[in-house]
């Protein structure tokens, strides 16, 4: 079995990957960048969104697992001191692979240029750099409203606990195969209306937003920030890919959830 690292780059997880490369080599494994079977991510839930988009173009067939070297992640799950335990799993094949939804992000432009696909773990919003977001917002082809505001955000189901959570979205078991609409700051009055809830919407079904003022947006991929300049229209769809993750030992997701808000001692 091949493998491959990715390090927040902090002293703790740089000394954990180096440990963990020597036990994995020392079992038998291979190392190997190019094209890994598993990738441990040492850091953080933002390094393995780091490793995500570095092995995007090999989702059918790498798994990823996380190692947390701060707080409690929804992706990074494991304990520094388990390094061990978790080395000899892997070498014994010791794993189930699941997998989780990811989120399809097609950007058409006016002028005839090849559209720009994106795949998000966790998110996509979209901004306007220097004024209101004036977007149509259409719903399997049909127009459903107009919207104004500061931007509107897609998520996955799991990434319904990231900034979809803070912009008052539901939580979404990431076993579903859904994708959520939340909006930010939308402005609503007597004039402006626009639905004001997040919209869960399966995975047969599309959105498709179309500017109303202004060609250019900000628009995020997870980490990545892009600003895409003519834009004709942003297609938003639940992508046939999804994300493999190597899974020791059951952690449910409430219990991931409980953990990460509700829990005040994670120690106990």
């Known amino acids: 079995m091949k493998f491959f690292i990715q390090s927040r780059n902090d002293d703790l997880s740089n000394k954990l990957m180096q440990n963990a490369k020597a036990y994995l080599v020392d079992f038998g494994l291979v190392l190997d960048?190019?094209?890994?079977d598993i990738v441990l991510s040492i850091g953080g839930d933002g390094t393995l969104l780091h490793a995500f988009h570095k092995y995007k173009h090999l989702t059918a067939s790498v798994a990823f697992v996380g190692i947390h070297t701060g707080h409690l992640g929804f992706y990074a799950d494991w304990k520094p001191e388990e390094i061990e335990k978790l080395v000899i799993s892997l070498a014994k094949k010791e794993f189930e692979v699941i997998e989780y939804p990811l989120l399809e992000v097609t950007i058409n432009y006016r002028?005839?240029?090849?559209?720009?696909v994106y795949l998000a773990v966790n998110e996509s919003t979209v901004k306007s750099p220097d004024v209101t977001l004036v977007m149509d917002v259409e719903l399997n082809g049909s127009h459903f409203e107009r919207f104004r505001g500061d931007g509107l955000c897609m998520s996955t189901p799991s990434g319904s606990t990231a900034y979809n959570k803070a912009l008052g979205g539901a939580i979404v078991h990431p076993s579903l195969e859904a994708m959520q609409l939340a909006e930010i700051a939308s402005i609503n009055n007597r004039v402006f209306r626009t639905v004001g809830s997040p919209l869960v919407l399966p995975k047969h079904h599309s959105c498709l937003l179309k500017p109303v003022k202004g060609p250019d947006f900000m628009v995020t991929v997870d980490h990545l920030q892009l600003l895409h300049k003519d834009v004709q229209s942003i297609m938003y769809r639940v992508s046939n890919e999804k994300i493999r993750f190597a899974r020791f030992?059951?952690?449910?997701?409430?219990?991931?959830?409980?953990?990460?808000?509700?829990?005040?001692?994670?120690?106990?």
Not at 111 to 116: I, L, N, Q, R, V
Not at 249 to 268: C, G, M, N, Q, Y
């Open 33 to 36: 960048e190019e094209n890994p």
């Open 111 to 116: 002028h005839g240029e090849d559209s720009s």
């Open 249 to 268: 030992r059951a952690f449910p997701f409430w219990t991931r959830v409980h953990d990460s808000f509700i829990d005040s001692d994670l120690e106990k």
